[in-house]
């Protein structure tokens, strides 16, 4: 689902050999919704106000998910934010706490990530509950739930797909202690 990606005020897109093999580091620009343009994501929208506000439900989600966790909504604490590449912006939300995210993200299909110039649609949402792998060697997270892509034709479809997402997390979020959720992971301490 989401993006390896290194956000520590911006870094140079950069390859790094590992443990996980070849692993693309790349720019990412972190803008929180309220203070962006959902043209960036939507260019053809000629009114962005019932889309924001879908939106905006959203991040009220995302936020008392947050809350419930005792952490702050995404990397600004904002909430829903947009994340802005070289050639291309998604939006995206998550709250983690522990070894346990809740995330969830809207972008564009594309065959090489981050490369592709173009924009949706069709837009594409997913969402998904991971713990970060506890084996001797660390292969990132691990899925433990989610939902499946479903892919988008119009900006207001994309952003309901975000509230019906977010909705999603906060309620399995809320309906079971972190410990839970890491006690699922079926690859735990995997050889």
Not at 139 to 162: D, F, K, N, R
Not at 170 to 180: D, F, K, Q, Y
Request: glycine share 10%; with cysteine; hydrophobic share 40%.
């Amino acid at each position: 689902m989401l993006a390896v990606l290194l956000n520590a005020g911006g870094v140079d897109s950069q390859d790094w050999s590992g443990a996980l093999g070849q692993v693309t580091l790349v720019k990412v620009e972190t803008i929180p919704l309220v203070e962006g343009d959902l043209r960036w994501v939507f260019p053809q929208l000629a009114d962005p106000a019932e889309v924001l506000e879908v939106l905006l439900r959203a991040d009220a989600r995302m936020r008392r998910l947050a809350d419930h966790l005792g952490v702050r909504p995404g990397w600004t604490g904002s909430g829903l934010e947009f994340w802005r590449y070289e050639h291309v912006t998604d939006i995206a939300g998550f709250a983690e706490r522990g070894d346990v995210s809740f995330g969830l993200e809207l972008w564009f299909p594309r065959t090489e990530l981050l490369k592709a110039p173009r924009r949706g649609p069709p837009w594409e949402v997913d969402a998904e509950i991971s713990v970060r792998c506890n084996a001797r060697r660390d292969c990132g997270s691990h899925t433990i739930e989610e939902l499946p892509e479903t892919q988008y034709a119009s900006p207001i479809a994309a952003a309901g797909g975000v509230l019906a997402a977010a909705t999603w997390l906060l309620e399995r979020g809320s309906a079971a202690p972190l410990s839970w959720w890491r006690e699922r992971d079926r690859r735990s301490g995997h050889p």
